[in-house]
């Protein structure tokens, strides 16, 4: 490791001091070293440190204070350099097995650590330091085990759980970080993935990892270009790293496929859209703001396609991935109208009404309500079995069929059960024809009014109806 401070070698008188002269200065430094130390000035003594080697470079002991100081500076790699320096020329030097193993551990490497708490309480069995270290270390291989279990069974929160455990011994492990980070942002918690990322590339700014999470999270927020960057950035840092060539591979094709997609909608290909948009789902499943984008795309397109019951399905899978998104809930809300389903409509308007107070959002709320409760009332167009924009000739058509065939006289030697029920259908027919005849009353009915509330009259006789319409007595008989 490069020494800041005063060089020996460099100043000619030096040479003209004897040994113990140089070892009695480089005691000095040290002193002055120590003093620092104590004022908790680490800069200073680790240039007094620093001083105290340059002059006696075979001394255990100033490395092993060296390595103290720069723990006390975060710089644990370098310290780590200086203990094992310090052990190099005193293995019996037990501070400096006892530095080296906790810089290894506070690095994450738990393994090495173990071996140099090992050698402590070889040289000092009773070391309680050293013996509560090796528990550290031992719970960081465990939560390590648990981590790499728990990451190949999906288990992301149970491997952030892990990490987070393992850090408060292995504080400075970049590895660590960067694994919970990756989890992090397959949950979607991409604020805190960043946050640790960015404070990874501060101390590193070519840590590929680090690199491959910024890109990973931009990626998940669908900022796909930007993401590619990232990747790109993460593979010129790290050529090996898979990870970043899968992801960047995955980001380019998804970005392809999503744009054919929309590029076959909007000229139309409605069939072949939708199976582009099928195609980009099945890339990266993790992926789950674009993909909850495409579920809604491909909705858009399955009610185009009259497969309305695909559309809402879709519709709720991107719900199910972004509980936000509004665009999802409009679509599904839409559906559920154009199939009847007027209460799933509703909820879903109030759904989108609660979030975004628009005018439009109001009104398309109010549309649906007022479905809802017209879908309520008798649906006097199926009691005749005439669309709702049924012309005046197609009303008297359809109520001329139903009547006939519902009239009492027609069922006179039928059970008593189904003459109740076919009477009851009769009365309901001549009803249906009494509001759908009748231009004021339709209006009214089509409009979501109670008839009874607007003070109409709706007051009849079936068997009047009949007659009126077939002419009245003689005009019509079952019999012969």
């Known amino acids: 490791m490069a020494t800041v401070g005063y060089d020996a070698s460099a100043d000619p008188e030096m040479e003209l001091l004897s040994d113990e002269e140089l070892e009695r200065e480089a005691e000095g ?22 001083k105290a080697i340059d002059m006696c470079p075979k001394n255990a002991s100033y490395y092993g204070n060296r390595a103290a100081t720069l723990m006390m500076l975060s710089r644990y790699r370098e310290a780590l350099e200086d203990s094992q320096q310090a052990v190099r020329l005193d293995d019996a030097f037990m501070k400096g097995h006892l530095r080296e193993g906790k810089c290894h551990l ?42 790499e279990i728990g990451f190949d069974k999906r288990d992301f929160r149970m491997v952030v759980f892990c990490m987070d455990r ?97 590029q076959a909608f909007k000229e139309g290909g409605f069939e072949e859209a939708y199976e582009l948009y099928s195609d ?30 695909q559309a809402i399905e879709d519709c709720t899978k991107a719900i199910k991935l972004d509980e936000s998104y509004i665009k999802a809930y409009l679509r599904r809300a839409q559906c559920f109208m154009d199939t009847e389903q007027y209460e799933e409509a ?46 005046e000739d197609d009303i008297k058509k359809a109520y001329r069929k139903r009547a006939l065939m519902h009239h009492p006289d027609r069922h006179s030697g039928a059970s008593a059960e189904v003459q109740k029920e076919e009477e009851k ?11 759908l005849s009748d231009p004021k009353k339709k209006s009214r009915y089509d409009g979501g009014h109670d008839l009874e509330d607007d003070d109409m009259n709706m007051d009849f006789d079936a068997n009047n109806i009949f007659k009126a319409f077939f002419g009245g007595p003689g005009g019509f008989s079952f019999e012969g």
């Open 29 to 50: 430094y040290k002193e002055q070293g120590n003093a620092h130390y104590i004022k908790k000035d680490y800069t200073e003594a680790f240039s007094y440190y620093s």
């Open 106 to 147: 506070l690095l994450g490497n738990a393994m090495a650590a173990s071996r140099c708490f090992q050698k402590v309480l070889e040289l000092e069995p009773d070391n309680s330091q050293a013996q509560q270290e090796m528990k550290n270390a031992e719970s960081i291989l465990e939560y390590e085990r648990m981590a």
């Open 166 to 262: 393992a850090l408060e011994s292995a504080s400075a492990c970049h590895r660590f970080k960067v694994l919970k980070a990756e989890c992090l942002a397959l949950l979607g918690r991409y604020t805190e993935a960043q946050s640790v990322a960015s404070d990874i590339l501060r101390m590193d700014s070519t840590n590929g990892d680090a690199l491959y999470v910024r890109g990973l999270c931009l990626y998940y927020e669908d900022c796909i270009d930007k993401a590619v960057q990232f990747f790109v950035q993460a593979l010129r840092m790290a050529p090996d790293h898979e990870k970043a060539r899968l992801a960047c591979r995955n980001a380019k094709a998804l970005k392809a496929k999503k744009e054919e997609g929309n």
């Open 280 to 309: 980009a789902l099945t890339i990266d499943p993790n992926n789950i703001k674009t993909n909850a984008k495409l579920y809604c795309n491909r909705a858009t397109v399955g009610s185009k396609l009259k497969k309305l019951e």
């Open 346 to 391: 509703v909820r879903d308007y109030e759904k989108v009404y609660q979030t975004e107070k628009t005018k439009e959002h109001k009104h398309l709320l109010k549309a649906a309500q007022l479905e809802l409760k017209k879908s309520k009332r008798k649906d006097y167009y199926k009691v005749l079995g005439v669309e709702k924009n049924a012309t």
């Open 425 to 435: 259908k009769f009365k309901e027919v001549g009803e249906a024809f009494t509001v």
